[in-house]
Each structure stands twice: as C-alpha cells, then as structure tokens.
C-alpha cells in the first residue's frame, strides 16, 4: 500500500509541477513520520523515501536510534521548544519551524557546541488564522534580518501550514503569500550578500498538488502515504 501510494502521489506531484512549467526534479518530497512505527519508516525508505519528516524531538529521539542503519534525512517540522534544541540539533538534518529569535538563537548556540552548521526554515503563518506557531509576514522579514548574523544556522528558506479547510482551492492564497514573502526577503537578502533563499516547504496531504502549483520545493505528506487512499 505504501509503495502504491507514493508512486501515486509522485505522479500528481509531478503533473502539478508540469501544469507550471516547473520541473518535477526540483520538489523534495518528506515522508511525515509522526505516529509510524520504525517498521513503517524502513518500508517507506525501501520505496524510495530519502527524506522523513517529525513533530516531536521526544518521539523521533527514538526512531532516529533504532534506524541508523538507514541512509534518510531527518526534518523536525513541528513546533519545537528551545529545551529541545540540543537533541534537535544532533538529529535534524533540516529544522523547518524557527518562528521566533529565542529559538533561532538557542539553534545557533548548540550548533555551535558541535561545530554544525544548522540548516533552517522559517516557519509563517501565512494564513493569518489563529493559530498558535509561526511568525506573521512582517515579523518573519524582521526575524530573517536578525538571524543572518548568527553563525550556525544557515537560512534556507519558509514554511507554511495552510488552515486545514475542506475546499484545498482555499488554502492557495497562504501558499502564494509564502512565495511573495519568500521574494521580498530575498530582496533583502541580496543586499547583504547573503546566498538567496529557496526552499518553500508548504503542503501536506490534502494540499500538495495546490501547494505544488504554486512553488513548493518541498511537500510534508503523512496520511496519503500511510493510510488507504479512496480518491
Ligand atoms: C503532520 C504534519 C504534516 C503531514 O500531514 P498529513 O496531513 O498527514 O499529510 C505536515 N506538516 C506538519 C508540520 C505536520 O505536523
């Protein structure tokens, strides 16, 4: 089933990319993981999932043990508390939720404990809903130019969450929004010579292929890998 469903999803992923002139080869796909056993996560490596994606240090802590015998890259794209960063750091490849300069310093400073450069997003909340994580648009720019002074962390780019509606044509106006911000901070960007930034991690199950249209580099897919899909 989980061999079904990645080849399926793949194939919307790429015919969404297709449908933009975008080419397929620049959209990563992350296996969320949260909730799956390791036995899950080594039947979806052996499908061909490079990238797998956590919520929770605690949960992946013991996941990331139990599977290092396999070659994947790990993400944490869950909220994370600052006592958890120095676990987070030793595991993640990609830390996809810095939403305040707290964090982002705390990333910074057990990076530099381990001589690591941390690569991170920067997580928006783009929709503007109430919701608990994520930094508005305009504090995102602020916390982009506090952050390029640090020396651990390595910005690569935003992440969203779209409000979880049922109409997905509804959750295209926050993805937009991620790409236009991710543009003006570029801008800024070039202005201190700092390497543009690229990566646009929005969609998940129910919104990738909208995600997908409207520039996603990377999708964060869960349930439509591990649950039967009737679609
Ligand atoms: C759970 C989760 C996902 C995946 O959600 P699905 O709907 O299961 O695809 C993506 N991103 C984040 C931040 C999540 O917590």
């Known amino acids: 089933m989980i061999s079904n469903n990645i080849v399926r999803i793949k194939g919307l992923i790429d015919r969404a990319a297709q449908k933009r002139n975008r080419n397929p080869g620049d959209i990563r796909f992350v296996c969320v993981t949260k909730g799956r056993s390791p036995d899950q996560i ?12 956590e919520n929770r240090v605690q949960e992946a802590k013991g996941k990331y043990q139990l599977l290092k015998d396999i070659n ?3 993400h944490m794209v869950g909220h994370l508390q600052t006592n958890k960063v120095k676990d987070a750091v ?15 310093k705390e990333i ?12 991170v997003l920067i997580e928006v909340n783009a929709s503007g809903e ?3 994580f994520g930094a508005p648009p305009p504090k995102a720019l602020d916390l982009v130019k506090d952050m390029i002074g640090l020396q651990h962390i390595k910005l ?17 106006p926050s993805f937009r929004k991620l790409r236009q911000l991710q543009v003006e901070i570029n801008n800024f960007l070039s202005t201190v010579n700092y390497e ?19 520039g996603a580099t990377m999708v964060r897919i869960g349930t439509a890998i591990f649950e039967e899909q009737n679609r």
């Open 156 to 172: 690569l780019g935003l992440m969203t969450m779209a409000p979880f509606v049922k109409d997905k044509e509804a959750t295209r």
């Open 90 to 104: 030793r595991m993640f490849d990609l830390i996809h939720s810095v939403d305040s300069l707290k964090l982002a």
């Open 196 to 214: 543009p930034s690229t990566v646009l991690s929005m969609g998940m199950s129910h919104d990738y292929e909208v995600a997908v249209e409207e």
């Open 72 to 74: 994947i890259r790990w």
């Open 108 to 119: 910074d400073a057990q990076a530099a404990k381990i001589n690591k450069l941390q690569d």
């Open 42 to 53: 080594r039947e979806a490596a052996r499908c061909g999932v490079a990238d797998v994606g």
């Open 130 to 132: 109430e919701t608990k």
